[in-house]
């Protein structure tokens, strides 16, 4: 008999072992099943890493042309803005040509007021020695008009004796 209870008891381990081994068999199918899962899981995340993948690529392609674009940008506003200096230092020369022009002209104004200022006392000498010589015209004038009365005056007289003249010479050989 006890080779029977030890059959009996490697029977019981056999079937114990066996259970074991088919629930660790399920154990591993669903093991398996997790890791296909798990295995179609990580394959669609390699299939999105690949699309976002593809994704980053266009995004740096667009970058770069944008950067290109940006440098391109720069280079003309770097451009423009050494112009903007050109025509600025061009201004600030032409600004300090016309301020020392114009001193220049104010100078010359000035010189030319003063010699201005010399005529116009040149021109009031003047015409004080026209009003000068103006009143002693006038008194020349007033002198030859009444000079000029005078010889009308002498002239009617003469006239009036002139005609008195001929009735005075037919009684001369009576005063004589």
Known sequence: MDSN??????????????????????????????LNSQGNAITRQGDAITRQGDAIIRQGKAIDSIAELVEQRFGDVGEQIGDIINILKL?????????????????????LGKRTDASVE????????????DTRLDGLVQ???QMLQLQRLDADKMDSLASRLPALESQEPRIK
């Open 143 to 145: 002198t030859q008009l």
């Open 91 to 111: 201004s600030e020369v032409r600004h300090a040509e016309n301020a020392q022009q114009q001193a220049e002209m104010l100078i010359e104004i000035q010189r």
């Open 122 to 133: 040149a021109v009031k000498l003047l015409l004080k020695r026209q009003e000068n010589t």
């Open 5 to 34: 209870k030890r059959f009996d008891q490697i029977e019981s381990l056999l079937v114990d072992l066996a259970r074991k081994v088919d629930q660790q068999g399920e154990q591993i199918a669903q093991i398996i099943e997790v």
